[in-house]
Structures are given as structure tokens and as C-alpha cells.
Nanobody, 118 residues
Framework: QVQLVESGGGLVQAGGSLRLSCAAS????????LGWYRQAPGKQRELVAS???????NYADSVRGRFTISSDNVANTVYLQMNSLKPEDTAVYYC????????????WGQGTQVTVSS
């Protein structure tokens, strides 16, 4: 079993920055893919950004150019640097990881609230 613990959420003004962290209880050297998802009230959960073990990244069009996903193998942590935040970014952000060799393979964090004020 893998545990994912998120931190860094909070309240910021539009145009501000925030950095989310997700610490994994298992080595991310063995992870297939890491990512951040978010869910706003009344909307479905959506992919924000992802990164593979080969450091191939993917971003939602709405955050491209503003958000950056990265990982630290020593700290077993994935980060999401969020710049130029907009009120539309307000949501609960969830960390996701896929460890193919550690059943069930798919793991989620509990979520951290990000609120962006106008």
C-alpha cells in the first residue's frame, strides 16, 4: 500500500502563487505516473498535470504556462508550482500516483483546498 500526503493548499489572491507538495510513502523511482487532479463544486474531477517516470509532462490547457509539475526522487515527493492563479483555479486538488507493481496500483491523496480570491 502507498500513502500520499498533500500539503501547501490555502487561500491566495488572484495573480498570486502557491506550491503544492505530495509526499509518497514509497519510492517514486518505481512509479509509472504521478499527477495532480482538481475538482470544483458541481464539476467533475479533471487532470491538471501529470509527469511520468521519464519526466514527460502533460498539462490541462487551462493551466499550461502557469503551472509546473516536478518530482524529487530523494524526497519521494511530487510538486505543483502554481503561478498567476485565477479564481477559476479554486478547487480541491488531489495527488495521484500509479505504482504498477504495488497492488492496487492506483493511489489518491485526501485532497487539499486551494482558494483564489478576486
Amino acid at each position: 500500500q502507498v500513502q500520499l500526503v498533500e500539503s501547501g493548499g490555502g487561500l491566495v489572491q488572484a495573480g498570486g502563487s502557491l506550491r503544492l507538495s505530495c509526499a509518497a510513502s514509497e519510492s517514486i523511482l518505481s512509479v509509472n505516473r504521478l499527477g495532480w487532479y482538481r475538482q470544483a463544486p458541481g464539476k467533475q474531477r479533471e487532470l491538471v498535470a501529470s509527469i511520468t517516470s521519464r519526466h514527460i509532462t502533460n498539462y490541462a490547457d487551462s493551466v499550461r504556462g502557469r503551472f509546473t509539475i516536478s518530482s524529487d526522487n530523494v524526497a519521494n515527493t511530487v510538486y505543483l508550482q502554481m503561478n498567476s492563479l485565477k479564481p477559476e483555479d479554486t478547487a480541491v486538488y488531489y495527488c495521484y500516483g500509479n505504482w504498477a507493481y504495488i497492488p492496487p496500483g492506483h493511489y489518491w491523496g485526501q485532497g487539499t483546498q486551494v482558494t483564489v480570491s478576486s
